[in-house]
């Protein structure tokens, strides 16, 4: 293959020289190989962080005025938005409409390959205005190859809405980045199985974002210190984690948090609120809905009165 040929294939889908030899090894040198790619995804990501902060600064921003995040892609990259909006309720007490992964082919492309559905540029803009997406909100398109038409046409629309718009990507100057207006290029080169972007892509594509999100929640007030002040306790493990924050965050004894937490019907940022401020349940959860579920404006909003 000719070096013009060779450029003219999207970067994830060219072969890598370093494993060219792969299928002739041990088991233990293919592992090998596959953790010294893997390596190079962090050191990928590190060079991108100022156009995910740009993203996040942005994303923040909307949401703070009432906005809301989408995640649009298709097949692994669909597959990891989805994941990355489905963890926010639970971790961040936040929801479920505030975060939304978007993924060509719907709910059975969670499970099963629907490839063709990735090829209807229309679909994604479509999907877009089924969920009213306007100029208050935030879209992110993941697409490894930067060439997948649902995803790009969900993009485009999305900034004609007025939406800020975003693109994770693993291929540098393609279609996507000139969709969007934040283009984050973490560059992993050809995948250890070459085309098989749920490999380097993938897991660069779920650091990236980890920190959208995650970032994105910090900026909102939706964590205290490094605690996730708003998670919800659902089962006995959360609730648990609940009443060691509640601790840490208070000075209560393990006795003391569950007490309170069980007081403030297993609710954290209840807890605190009523903890910190002497209020009553019934106050601490209309000051709560108040501030859209931030805990230090709940407690501001009581000083203030």
């Known amino acids: 293959m000719s070096v013009d040929e060779r450029e003219a294939i999207p970067l994830t889908e060219q072969e890598n020289p370093r494993t060219a030899r792969l299928s002739e090894l041990p088991t233990e040198d293919i592992l090998r190989l596959m953790n010294e790619e893997d390596a190079r995804v962090a050191e990928a990501v590190?060079?991108?962080l100022p156009d995910v902060a740009r993203a996040v600064e942005a994303i923040a921003a909307r949401l703070g005025e009432g906005g809301r995040?989408?995640?649009?892609?298709?097949?692994?990259?669909?597959?990891?938005?989805?994941?990355?909006?489905?963890?926010?309720?639970?971790?961040?007490?936040?929801?479920?409409?505030?975060?939304?992964?978007?993924?060509?082919?719907?709910?059975?492309?969670?499970?099963r390959?629907?490839?063709?559905?990735?090829?209807?540029?229309?679909?994604?803009?479509?999907?877009?205005e089924g969920r009213g997406v306007s100029g208050a909100d935030a879209v992110v398109g993941i697409a490894a190859s930067g060439r997948t038409p649902y995803t790009i046409g969900a993009v485009v629309r999305a900034r004609e809405l007025g939406a800020f718009t975003a693109c994770v990507t693993c291929a540098p100057e393609s279609?996507?980045?000139?969709?969007?207006?934040?283009?984050?290029?973490?560059?992993?080169?050809a995948e250890v199985l070459a085309g098989?972007?749920?490999?380097?892509?993938?897991?660069?594509?779920?650091?990236?974002?980890?920190?959208?999100?995650?970032?994105?929640?910090?900026?909102l007030g939706y964590v205290h210190g490094n605690r996730m002040t708003n998670v919800l306790p659902r089962n006995e493990k959360?609730?648990?984690?609940?009443?060691?924050?509640?601790?840490?965050?208070?000075?209560?004894?393990?006795?003391?948090?569950?007490?309170?937490l069980e007081a403030a019907g297993f609710d954290l940022p209840t807890a605190l609120v009523i903890h910190r401020t002497r209020r009553t349940r019934e106050e601490a959860e209309r000051a709560l809905a108040d501030s859209k579920g931030v805990v230090d404006q709940a407690i501001k909003y009581f000083s203030e009165l």
Do not use: W
Not at 175 to 189: W, Y
Not at 240 to 251: H, L, N, S, W
């Open 238 to 260: 959360l609730r648990a984690r609940a009443a060691r924050i509640f601790a840490a965050e208070t000075g209560a004894g393990e006795d003391e948090a569950r007490a309170a």
């Open 196 to 219: 098989s972007t749920r490999l380097k892509a993938g897991t660069a594509q779920k650091l990236v974002l980890n920190m959208i999100s995650t970032a994105t929640m910090i900026r």
């Open 46 to 48: 590190e060079l991108v």
């Open 113 to 128: 390959a629907t490839e063709a559905s990735e090829d209807d540029g229309e679909a994604g803009a479509r999907e877009l």
């Open 69 to 111: 995040l989408f995640y649009v892609g298709t097949g692994t990259s669909g597959r990891l938005g989805v994941l990355d909006a489905s963890e926010c309720p639970p971790t961040f007490g936040v929801a479920p409409e505030l975060v939304q992964g978007i993924i060509a082919g719907g709910y059975d492309a969670l499970h």
């Open 175 to 189: 279609p996507i980045t000139r969709a969007a207006e934040v283009s984050i290029v973490p560059v992993v080169g």
